[in-house]
């Protein structure tokens, strides 16, 4: 009797053990299946936070808006350009200098800025650049020789215009002044106001 007892308390353990996996079982399952769809839902988000991050566009530096290449919504492709930006801390003129008169030009020079588009206006300037190869006048350039056939392409940085006036492609008047107070040079319609990322005339 007593084998068959601890025969019976066997089984009755076992069937209580079976019972218990039958009714943890599939609980447990669903737990497991319930974990996985959260993992992949979180793997689904990350890939979806990369994916927003590489369609983020960041401007290289704070600036204004001149051209808006693409609207938003819209599809763009690698390497396409979406908006052009001025750097207003970065608006420079470019003139022609005549070769007769390069020798008077030098890095830090003053300039005084006019344009057309606001006449009465001056803004202040300096020379940023030099070109160091002379080259034939371009077709778009009117320089008070006629006869002088070779001139030097020369920058010169606006610092006077707070008010954001002088715009890319702007055509604009530059007048150098040497030490002695003197015009250096003058370009006419030569002169036009550009900055980096914006359209070159």
């Not at 039958?22 to 990369?50: F, K, M, N, S, T």
Request: aromatic share 4%; hydrophobic share 45%; proline share 8%.
């Amino acid at each position: 009797a007593e084998t068959a007892a601890r025969v019976a308390a066997r089984a009755a353990d076992e069937a209580a053990h079976a019972l218990a996996l039958i009714e943890a079982g599939p609980r447990a399952e669903r737990i497991r299946a319930a974990e996985a769809r959260l993992a992949a839902a979180r793997a689904g988000l990350q890939a979806l936070d990369a994916a927003l991050a590489n369609a983020r566009i960041e401007a290289p530096f704070d600036g204004i808006i001149t051209v808006r290449h693409r609207e938003p919504g819209e599809a763009v492709g690698p390497g396409a350009a979406v908006l052009t930006l001025m750097n207003p801390a970065e608006r420079w003129v470019r003139i022609f200098v005549p070769e007769t008169r390069i020798g008077a030009v030098h890095l830090g020079q003053t300039a005084e800025i006019t344009s057309d588009t606001y006449p009465g206006r001056r803004y202040e300037g300096r020379v940023t650049f030099i070109s160091p190869d002379a080259e034939f006048t371009p077709q778009n350039v009117q320089t008070p020789e006629e006869r002088v056939k070779l001139v030097y392409a020369v920058k010169v940085a606006v610092s006077g215009d707070p008010g954001l006036e002088l715009k890319p492609g702007m055509p604009a008047d530059v007048a150098l002044h040497l030490e002695g107070g003197e015009d250096a040079a003058r370009a006419g319609p030569a002169g036009r106001a550009a900055a980096p990322g914006a359209a070159r005339p």
